[in-house]
């Protein structure tokens, strides 16, 4: 037997023939992508199920050949850029680099005053030690050795976005949470977190006993949370996917239902969901949807709301209390359950039970967690622990509902979206 190992040096994973079989596979499976990409059959557009099958391939060559020990050095090398991105955001240094040209480090220093410090025995720019962290992962690229310039990464963060506003969200509220979990779990017992009130985010922000929104709103990061979920506007979550709502026009149409409302947006924000769905279906009267939500943000809404909902009816409600409007054909509440423990969430569901007709239809818009789940939906699952949430999958759902007198009717899904549209009605009686 010789010394070298009979895997890769220093590898707990598979023999060095089995690995090389399946890069050979990958190598096939990547080289037909590159050739669909180039006649036009594979699409690479944000969202599309093909680009994340060259993602999965990317990974899956990486995973196969990367040793135990690296998996921390990964981790590292995300946090630390991440950190850097936020203090650029907040100091303004992106949109201090000019779109087309480059800038030196020092001249960039002074712009957003950044101090000096010594590097090396070399006077370096503070800002050239962060900006070292966000050269790796192309966010920006450095010219020589003291000049910078944008690539097209790093352009998206000019400007307030929904993507800056997730950063920022993401940094101040979510990941100081994570970093609380031990001491959390130590304190109050190894149990899943399900208080609204005394969450893993309101004891480690130091403000028991208040709610998530409450919290955001005394931090000030409210504002980066409500931009952040603006890009939920997007193809990665429906509004009704291939769920056809025209049969609840049609029944609001007919006489005796004239009084009754045809679409209820539960805790729908600034009413970007029931918007999408009137410029989408025909015949459904502005006047007959409604959007609810707690006094602040239907304030919001109401001041900011376009001409396609304008003529809409806005609810100041808390959907933990009685549902104010009854009988309507359809109650939608989206992306919300996941804030929330299953007793809480078991309340809310009671509480649009009550006020449904045997022919009302309630849809939940959720991501409906596989066994064992994606690697994003573990991650959302983990960030929901800090909150009191969680993600949940079909049985899950099928669990809350059940409690609550509903019954799960069907699951509307669709290739490479995330979200489902999940159909329920009052269970018979």
Request: glycine content about 8%; charged content about 20%.
């Amino acid at each position: 037997m010789t010394s070298e190992s009979p895997r890769l040096h220093g590898s707990t994973g598979p023999p060095p023939s089995r690995v090389a079989d399946h890069l050979d596979g990958l190598s096939v499976q990547l080289s037909r992508m590159a050739a669909d990409i180039r006649d036009g059959s594979l699409s690479l557009g944000a969202g599309s199920q093909e680009r994340h099958k060259v993602l999965r391939a990317a990974k899956e060559v990486i995973e196969l050949i990367r040793q135990p020990h690296e998996i921390f050095a990964e981790w590292l090398s995300v946090l630390t850029p991440m950190a850097a991105t936020r203090l650029f955001i907040e100091w303004r240094v992106f949109e201090n680099i000019p779109v087309d040209d480059t800038i030196s480090y020092a001249h960039l220093a002074s712009k957003v005053d950044v101090q000096q410090s010594i590097l090396n025995a070399n006077l370096i720019p503070r800002v050239v030690r962060l900006a070292w962290n966000l050269l790796p992962a192309g966010i920006l690229k450095q010219v020589g050795e003291d000049r910078i310039t944008h690539t097209p990464k790093s352009q998206l963060y000019m400007t307030r976005n929904p993507i800056t506003g997730m950063i920022c969200h993401m940094f101040d509220n979510s990941i100081p949470s994570l970093m609380y979990l031990p001491k959390f779990f130590e304190t109050y017992g190894r149990r899943e977190p399900t208080d609204r009130l005394n969450t893993v985010s309101a004891i480690s922000h130091g403000l028991p006993g208040k709610t998530v929104w409450e919290i955001m709103t005394e931090t000030g990061t409210m504002a980066n949370f409500a931009l952040a979920m603006s890009v939920e506007k997007g193809a990665s979550w429906p509004n009704l996917g291939s769920y056809d709502i025209d049969w609840a026009v049609k029944s609001g149409a007919m006489e005796e239902n004239k009084d009754r409302a045809i679409l209820v947006d539960v805790g729908g924000g600034k009413g970007h969901a029931v918007e999408a769905i009137l410029e989408v279906t025909p015949g459904l009267d502005p006047a007959r949807c409604v959007l609810e939500d707690i006094p602040e943000i239907i304030d919001t809404a109401k001041a900011s709301a376009g001409p396609v909902i304008a003529g809409i009816q806005f609810v100041a409600t808390d959907f933990h209390a009685e549902q104010p409007v009854k009988g309507a054909f359809v109650y939608y509440i989206r992306r919300c359950l996941h804030d929330y423990g299953d007793d809480d969430c078991v309340n809310i569901l009671t509480r649009l039970a009550d006020a449904m007709k045997s022919d009302t239809r309630l849809l939940i818009v959720e991501a409906v967690q596989n066994n064992p789940p994606s690697t994003f939906a573990a991650a959302m699952d983990m960030l929901m622990i800090s909150i009191g949430g969680k993600e949940r999958t079909l049985e899950g759902f099928r669990s809350i509902t059940s409690r609550a007198g509903l019954e799960i009717l069907e699951v509307y899904t669709q290739p490479g979206v995330e979200g489902a549209v999940i159909e329920c009605a009052k269970k018979s009686t």
